[in-house]
């Protein structure tokens, strides 16, 4: 029996579903969900992150980490932590280049890499093996040892679930996951409604049909993140694609080989995520006691040195080699690729100040 037949049989016995669920079973299910069963990464797999597109978003990532690090008074030992690491390209790169240009930094690191998916623990190992680092794994964040910690995760937050509301004779209820008449996965408005004040001000305003996404787990995964960064010191950097203030739309997307395909196909063989609401996870972090700056990607990467880092690496190269890295930068960086699209969220305890987050 397939996920999907799994699912609608779920639903036909003891009734419909809330999205987020949904979004949980095709992701997580331990037999067939997408990040425990698939190759998700890289040009053979249904997406590219960054960290695949160029090493240069990993190495100025590691820059940032050893500014993170010096920030909150280079301690002798911390902890440097990646949730969600994907295939571990992005660490392989940050320790790369700390070890370069900061091995202090590599001497005072514990390196911890936060995976819920053995195989893909697996994959992260066999990358970083060449590194002859000690890095160690865990499933959650909240086993991390003491100490201060510099952490970051790039599109971790968006594949975390959330709940739908679509505005329906002029409050906002719950949008479901049901079976429809045909016998296939359709939504549906549920009885459910939600507190108005989680909405944005002008809710009264959006028309019929609107739909707003509220993610409670990523804002209490926030929450955790801000309340450890506010008691033991650090920082974090959180990369994904999503939106700078709170608004309505259905963001519920799925990829499959780099297209997009309905997300009621293929449960558990497609990609399944929504846009992050980084107004609601700077609100989270700061209800914390800490601090949050947010910028685009582009204006991240650029300010962080990306143009003096392609030109380096292109001096003295073929033709071919310099256009690889010129269309590399403009994947990153260009306003109609990931350069506006992604977003970035630094958050810091009270006394840590960060280049290049104004606010911070």
């Not at 016998?183 to 009885?191: K, N, S, T, V």
């Not at 739909?211 to 804002?219: F, H, K, L, M």
């Amino acid at each position: 029996m397939t996920l999907k037949q799994r699912i609608i049989r779920q639903i036909e016995l003891a009734g419909p579903i809330s999205v987020a669920d949904y979004m949980a079973l095709c992701l997580f299910d331990p037999d067939a969900g997408y990040y425990t069963t698939r190759e998700p990464f890289g040009r053979e797999g249904d997406f590219i992150t960054a960290p695949e597109v160029s090493q240069m978003f990993g190495e100025l990532i590691g820059v940032w980490c050893v500014s993170a690090w010096q920030a909150i008074g280079s301690p002798a030992e911390f902890i440097l932590c990646e949730m969600g690491p994907g295939r571990g390209t992005l660490m392989q790169d940050v320790l790369r280049t700390a070890t370069r240009i900061a091995p202090d930094f590599i001497a005072a690191a514990h390196i911890r890499m936060v995976e819920i998916s053995p195989r893909l623990t697996q994959i992260q190992q066999e990358t970083l093996a060449a590194s002859d680092l000690e890095i160690e794994w865990q499933e959650q964040f909240g086993t991390l040892p003491s100490g201060p910690l510099v952490l970051i995760a790039n599109e971790l937050f968006d594949a975390i679930p959330v709940r739908q509301y679509i505005k329906s004779g002029g409050r906002f209820i719950d949008r479901i996951v049901t079976v429809d008449g045909g016998g296939d996965l359709a939504f549906a408005a549920g009885p459910g409604s939600i507190d108005t004040t989680l909405l944005p001000a002008e809710h009264d305003n959006a028309p019929e049909g609107s739909v707003i996404e509220i993610a409670p787990a990523r804002n209490a995964l926030m929450q955790e993140i801000a309340e450890r960064l506010n008691r033991e010191r650090g920082a974090a950097l959180l990369i994904d694609y999503g939106h700078l203030q709170q608004g309505f739309g259905d963001t519920l997307q799925a990829l499959s080989r780099h297209k997009a395909v309905d997300v009621f196909a293929q449960p558990g063989e497609a990609d399944l995520t929504t846009h992050v609401d980084f107004a609601m996870l700077a609100t989270a972090a700061r209800s914390q006691g800490c601090k949050t700056g947010a910028m685009t990607q582009a204006d991240f990467l650029l300010a962080l040195g990306l143009l003096d880092r392609a030109g380096a690496l292109g001096s003295g190269k073929p033709v071919a080699f310099q256009e690889q890295i010129r269309a590399d930068v403009e994947r990153l960086a260009g306003p109609d690729q990931m350069g506006t699209l992604f977003k970035v969220l630094c958050v810091t305890d009270p006394a840590t100040h960060l280049f290049p987050f104004e606010s911070i």
